[in-house]
């Protein structure tokens, strides 16, 4: 068995695989490639037949001299600047926390079909319109079935119909009001979406999924693509930098808590948070689609605070003793988690939020809270 040379240290650090700054540490090698990939990106590789013919442990396997010689002739860095040498910035690249299908079509994207290795390409997502169908859940019976789908640049806006041939859609949704994230867990299926919107003030979440990876991969960067088109003219100014964080974004954490209204004499029942930057919305079930309530997280400057444990006095009848009290300008909130662990993390992301300045755009949507409430 050979000895990996040392430099193949520096060759390992580029990529969705990356030793440093919270990725997982790759320890496996494409031969086909010349990457160093981690055990789990090394499972999709094998399962692509143009590149996976050979893919080794870096400890485990045994190397040739050649393949050796392969290896640190390329590279992460190398080849990062072969295959995604012209990747669209709206273009979601994953880390190794996010869901096998977006790793997945990613490592397809770049490998298999070379999506970003030559400019001018123009790809399905770029298109400024998409017409499809996708897997819907019912809102009310909670049965996904088959519903067309229209997104268009020139318009602005995502469109559902029941029917295919339909001449008027279910919903119009504008695009710069979609947020979108894949949530295989929650809706039961590897190529689970999640749309939520906002609908006459009040969030609105779709539930979707296609049975092609790429297809609903496609559908999520061609929404990212239009959103970034509209952001451009909305904020002229704005380098790409600055507008990417506008773009869909993963929520930052969702779980149960017990909770009790806003009397606080009220019995603490359970209920699904989901925390998307400054909107705290909860829902009676993960799949509902409407949130039942929402509270808005300002800055800390203007009253809004986060605070282990409930006030004195607070008959807590649930089962969860970990309290967490949040005060706003309007009202407190109490809510209790199951376990010391996820309320230290609960508060961890609150602060969080609640020490960010706000953007104008987040004072109007203060402003829009206030109103509704």
């Known amino acids: 068995y050979c000895r990996l040379p040392d430099h193949f240290q520096q060759n390992r650090a580029v990529g969705l695989c990356r030793p440093t700054q919270g990725f997982c540490d790759p320890s496996w090698g494409s031969c086909s490639l010349g990457v160093f990939i981690c055990v789990q990106c090394s499972g999709i590789h094998r399962n692509i037949p143009a590149i996976g013919m050979k893919v080794k442990s870096l400890s485990l396997s045994r190397w040739e001299d050649q393949e050796v010689k392969f290896m640190a002739e390329n590279g992460n860095e190398l080849m990062k600047q072969k295959y995604e040498a012209f990747v669209p910035v709206y273009y979601y690249k994953p880390t190794h926390k996010d869901c096998q299908v977006l790793r997945e079509q990613w490592i397809r994207a770049k490998y298999e079909r070379k999506e970003f290795t030559g400019e001018g390409k123009k790809q399905t997502y770029e298109e400024g319109t998409r017409d499809g169908m996708l897997m819907k859940r019912g809102r009310d019976n909670g049965q996904f079935l088959n519903r067309r789908f229209v997104l268009s640049e020139r318009e602005g806006t995502m469109k559902y119909f029941t ?25 039961g299926n590897p190529n689970g979406l999640q749309i939520t919107y906002l609908k006459d003030y009040n969030t609105r979440n779709i539930f979707l999924y296609h049975d092609n990876g790429k297809e ?158």
């Open 163 to 187: 029917k295919y041939d339909a001449k008027e859609p279910k919903a119009v949704i504008k695009v710069d009001s979609i947020n979108a994230a894949f949530q295989p867990e929650k809706i």
């Open 216 to 373: 609903i991969v496609d559908w999520f960067n061609s929404i990212r693509a239009i959103q970034l088109h509209y952001l451009k003219v909305a904020f002229p100014g704005a380098n790409d930098a600055e507008l990417m964080p506008k773009l869909t974004r993963n929520f930052l954490k969702e779980g149960y808590m017990e909770k009790t209204g806003p009397r606080h004499t009220e019995g603490f029942k359970k209920r699904w948070f989901t925390l998307d930057h400054r909107r705290l919305m909860y829902y009676k079930d993960p799949l509902d689609a409407f949130a039942k309530g929402e509270a808005f997280l300002g800055h800390q400057d203007h009253g809004y605070r986060a605070s282990p444990g409930l006030p004195a006095g607070t008959h807590c009848n649930g089962a969860w003793q970990h309290g967490i009290t949040i005060v706003t300008p309007e009202r407190s909130f109490l809510f209790t988690c199951e376990t010391e662990v996820e309320q230290q993390d609960w508060l961890k992301h609150f602060n969080d939020v609640i020490s960010i300045q706000m953007s104008p755009q987040e004072y109007s949507m203060e402003a829009m809270f206030r109103h509704k409430h």
